[in-house]
């Protein structure tokens, strides 16, 4: 089926570092969330956005509503161990109910 | 309950033997989806559940997959004479709307973890 394109697909950094992932699509979207999924769980959801330009944080996560409505970025700041595990983007196109889900952004912290 | 549930949370069945798979959706959640989620890929949309409307069967693979919602509360994903490539983990979310045009989140359950052998 039809998915986003989020990147980078995996990435490894040291403890500390900020991270940024992003998410685009070919179509607009009237709601992006971002979730993160930790081995052998459902995905719990980090951030909900739902207007163009909308920048929301939610500790040290920051997530925002590109002003196109076609992509979307999520920040990690001051990295630590358990942010380990695999973030997904999920868009909501106008007058569906539908979701669709990133493939996912693999982050492994180096301590 | 508090959050989505879901049973049983691993399933281990041999090849062309039929599995259920329950959801327990929010209390109170009128929209309910499941997703399919293969080994190190993203989550693909099987089913999805509306309130007493007729469900969006679209993302079904193929007719050995089917799905029922009971009093449009817990829901059954049902796989009849399972095949290998049935193996994945099978995710349920429930949201208080999911009508299209309205702003709503989805909240997934842990999942169920099918292995076919």
């Known amino acids: 089926g039809q998915q986003l394109n989020q990147s980078p697909q995996s990435m490894f950094i040291q403890e500390g570092e900020d991270v940024s992932m992003n998410c685009t699509s070919s179509s607009i979207f009237n709601t992006w969330l971002w979730y993160k999924q930790d081995p052998g769980e459902g995905p719990v959801l980090l951030i909900a956005l739902y207007k163009a330009g909308e920048l929301t944080s939610n500790g040290r996560l920051t997530a925002q509503f590109g002003i196109t409505r076609k992509d979307s970025f999520l920040n990690i700041s001051a990295s630590i161990p358990s942010d380990v595990g695999i973030y997904f983007c999920a868009g909501q196109a106008p007058g569906t109910y539908k979701y669709i889900f990133g493939t996912g952004t693999r982050l492994k912290v180096l301590a | ?117």
């Open chain 2, 1 to 117: 309950g508090a959050g989505v549930s879901q049973s049983p949370s691993n399933k281990v069945t041999e090849k062309g033997k039929d599995v259920e798979l329950r959801c327990d959706p929010i209390s109170g959640h009128t929209a309910l989806y499941w997703y399919r989620q293969s080994l190190g890929q993203g989550l693909e949309f099987l089913i999805y559940f509306q309130g007493n409307s007729a469900p969006d069967k679209s993302g079904l693979p193929s007719d050995r997959f089917s799905a029922e919602r009971t009093g449009g509360s817990v829901s059954t994903l049902t796989i009849q004479r399972t095949q290998q490539e049935d193996s994945a983990v099978y995710l349920c979310a429930s949201s208080s709307r999911g009508i299209a045009g309205y702003t709503d989140t989805q909240y997934f359950g842990p999942g169920t973890r099918l292995t076919v052998l």
